[in-house]
């Protein structure tokens, strides 16, 4: 390190020949030299009180002067020293000169060519014979290798080796001091806590190297939408964070939706595209007291509830979502003890049979009976036991004694359903005891596999297909079957239904909701209809309501329901009530006015269009048995069609006659008209009109065969007669009589058009003009 010496000292080292002394001090400088550049180091003199340095050879290479060029005072010295590290050196060196200690501190130096160089020093006094400070030398060392190797060990400690962002330990550092520059500040900073949607998927499907790229997109994603200021860093796995300071809340959301737009564009992996999307969770503050532990925890709890609320979403924090967090928290371990305390319940739905009315089988759902707060939903803790890690345990609670229930009804005839359906979640689908737990099971509760159907979600099964194929099939060797629970939910397509090997798909209650409002719902529902039976599988639709949806799922062909329309999950004591209670399958019918129906729709019509609408009726047109609501649906959207086809300011007319057993309705339009093949195939499904010929709209083509279902059900008929650029005609029969009605359909599907007619001529009966002009 050094140590204090005194000048005098020196002065009285023992003389030598000059001739001898010059050739010993050359050949001593040389050697001297060639050890300061193997060593890279330099030595130095300074005499205090002139304010005169002396640089070796060596300190020169370390600053990068050459030797002419060397500094001659202490200021000139320090013009090569980095200026943020100029305070440091002076006050060690002021610090030696007062207490005649040794220093020893590194810096950094600039070179004249502006070169950085690490630089590590030591020196000391030497004092004159009055113990004052005389000269100081020392010692300097390049260490420029060994502070970028130290720098580059601290980069890959606090980096992400992938991403080459900041690890969690410097963001934490980064936010804590954030937040303590608040006080100085007038806005707020924003926390972004970003989870990749399904992001095991991409890896089960494609490969590690595939979801690696995805991590570097993601990450060149981020940076591109940033501010340079902003810190984006990765908490492992496919976890996000970002910092933003001086933000406002609203420019915090405006971020987040932005970053959920930006990394929902599909991916480009291996060179296919994969879709993708992220949660957001968002959390603010403008407090320097706010603890950055704190503000991340709820940035997570913000980005858990986007999750759980769909994903592919952002979700803003606030203190009631803390309260819930909490919440959580506490229920989640009060839910570690729910089975051991026996006060979970299984409660059951039952599942009809369209067809006969019948019940067929029950879904088993679970309920928490909470000595505190009662009788509590899953949708309060079902997803708190799936990230506290007991949802496992909890199903295979609800599979055991569903299945010990169900087993025990055989002997009794009020309650017995046949078949019950257990879901099961992701967690225990990943589980390899899956197929034991299942066997074991129905082993200790005597039921037939035959009677037990497992219920997996669409979104479960896509986030790991080959793994999903494989596990269902060691499950179906049990001889249960296989549901595919809320289907339409998930991303997959239908050609996945061919795949997995399910007995069963159960259409989710959301697209049930919107059949016969939404074309969409219904041109998806008719289709997994249609493909499903077309491979041998069972339709059920969930969550039916109302008879308007009990009538609309039957006309498009669906097996079976469930619904708080015939009953809400019950305890088991409660079945045989309902049974006896029962609602009937098949819509209500009653005598319905039918004069006063059309007459209600036609000025329905006439307020919201505008349009000219002629009722050529009489009011003693009759009654009719049918479903009135089934029936304005139909009038609703025979009417609606007209208008939508007919030019402006050409009159849509409703026509009306009757015989014994029949009413029949026309709707006639002049229009675009169709043609014959056009007319024939109108009330297929997905049928579309030509646009370029027609100037059809491109709708779902599920509008007029619902239409037909539903006339149908109620034992009516539906016709057409159209001609290109004359308009069309539709005609509707329906049954004056319940003993009509159950006739069903004739062979040609013409009875009730007209009385031992064709439809030609009861449009001539009713005064219809014939489009061929005649």
């Not at 570690?336 to 759902?365: C, H, I, K, M, S």
């Not at 074991?440 to 997996?456: H, Q």
């Not at 029969?733 to 009875?751: C, D, V």
């Amino acid at each position: 390190m050094g140590f204090a010496g005194r000048a005098d000292d020196l002065e009285r080292a023992p003389e030598v020949p000059s001739q001898a002394a010059s050739i010993a001090l050359g050949d001593l400088e040389a050697q001297f030299g060639e050890v300061e550049e193997i060593a890279r180091v330099g030595n130095w003199t300074w005499e205090i009180a002139p304010d005169t340095v002396r640089w070796s050879a060596g300190m020169c290479r370390i600053y990068g002067v050459e030797r002419r060029d060397a500094p001659v005072t202490v200021a000139a010295y320090l013009e090569l020293v980095h200026p943020e590290d100029r305070a440091l050196l002076l006050r060690e060196v002021e610090q030696a000169l007062d207490t005649l200690e040794p220093y020893d501190v590194s810096h950094r130096a600039v070179t004249p060519e502006g070169a950085l160089r690490w630089v590590h020093c030591r020196g000391r006094v030497v004092v004159d014979a009055d113990n004052a400070p005389a000269r100081a030398l020392g010692v300097c060392q390049d260490i420029t290798e060994r502070k970028l190797a130290e720098e580059n060990l601290t980069r890959l400690a606090l980096h992400d080796g992938l991403t080459g962002l900041p690890e969690r330990s410097l963001f934490m550092d980064r936010l804590e001091h954030a937040i303590r520059r608040l006080d100085r500040r007038t806005s707020a900073l924003a926390l972004l806590f970003l989870d990749i949607d399904r992001f095991k998927a991409i890896n089960d499907k494609y490969g590690h190297a595939a979801g690696d790229e995805a991590l570097r997109v993601t990450t060149a994603r981020l940076a591109a939408m940033l501010r340079p200021s902003d810190t984006i860093a990765r908490f492992g796995g496919d976890e996000f964070a970002v910092l933003c300071e001086d933000v406002t809340e609203r420019g915090a959301a405006e971020l987040a939706a932005r970053v959920v737009k930006a990394l929902g564009d599909p991916l480009r992996l291996d060179g296919r595209l994969v879709p993708t999307s992220t949660s957001v969770g968002v959390a603010c503050t403008s407090s320097p007291t706010t603890e950055a532990d704190a503000l991340l925890h709820d940035a997570d709890a913000a980005m858990y509830e986007a999750k759980e609320n769909g994903r592919a979403q952002f979700v803003m924090f606030d203190h009631a979502r803390r309260v819930r967090g909490l919440a959580r928290v506490r229920r989640a371990e009060e839910m570690r003890t729910a089975v051991t305390n026996e006060e979970l319940r299984v409660y059951f739905q039952p599942e009809v049979e369209l067809r006969t009315d019948t019940t067929v089988g029950v879904e088993a759902l679970v309920r928490w009976q909470h000595p505190r707060l009662g009788l509590v939903g899953p949708d309060e803790f079902i997803a708190i036991a799936e990230r506290s890690g007991d949802i496992v345990e909890l199903g295979e609670w609800v599979l055991r004694d569903a299945c010990r229930q169900v087993a025990g009804w055989t002997s009794d005839p009020e309650r017995d359903p046949s078949n019950v359906a257990v879901n099961i979640s992701a967690s225990q689908l990943a589980e390899p005891s899956l197929v034991d737990t299942v066997q074991r099971s129905l082993d200790e509760s005597g039921l037939a596999p035959a009677r037990l159907c497992l219920e997996i979600t669409e979104s479960v099964l896509m986030d790991d297909v080959p793994g999903s194929i494989k596990m269902l099939a060691a499950l179906k060797a049990l001889g249960i079957r296989l549901a595919i629970d809320d289907f339409g939910t998930g991303y997959s397509s239908l050609s996945y239904l061919r795949r997995f090997p399910v007995d069963v798909v159960k259409i989710d209650r959301s697209f049930v909701i919107g059949i016969g409002e939404d074309p969409a719902a219904d041109a998806i529902v008719a289709a997994v209809i249609n493909l499903s039976h077309a491979l041998g599988l069972l339709v059920v639709a969930e969550g039916v309501e109302n008879e308007d949806q009990l009538v609309a799922v039957r006309a498009l062909g669906c097996d079976r329901a469930q619904g708080f329309y015939w009953s809400p999950p019950v305890p088991a004591e409660e079945l045989g009530h309902w049974k006896h209670a029962g609602r009937r399958v098949v819509p209500d019918v009653e005598p319905v006015g039918i004069y006063g129906l059309l007459a209600e729709r036609t000025q329905a019509l006439r307020q919201t269009t505008g349009r000219a609408v002629l009722l050529e009726a009489s009011a003693k047109l009759g009654e009719v048995v049918a479903e009135r609501r089934a029936l304005r649906t139909v009038l609703d959207h025979v009417l609606g069609n007209a208008i939508t086809y007919s030019p402006p300011g050409r009159p849509v007319v409703v026509s009306g006659a009757s015989d014994r057993h029949w009413v029949r309705i026309s709707v006639a339009d002049f229009g675009v008209g169709m043609t014959g093949e056009e007319s024939a195939r109108c009330f297929e499904q997905f049928w579309q009109g030509d646009v370029a010929q027609t100037n059809f709209p491109r709708g779902t083509g599920m509008g007029l065969n619902i239409v037909r279902s539903l006339v149908e059900a109620m034992g009516g008929h539906i016709g057409v007669r159209s001609a290109k650029g004359k308009g069309t005609t539709f005609t509707l029969a329906f049954p004056r009589s319940a003993r009509e009605q159950l006739r069903g359909p004739s062979p040609n599907g013409r009875q009730g058009l007209g009385e031992d007619s064709s439809i030609r001529e009861f449009m001539r009966q009713i005064g219809v003009p014939n489009r061929r002009g005649a």
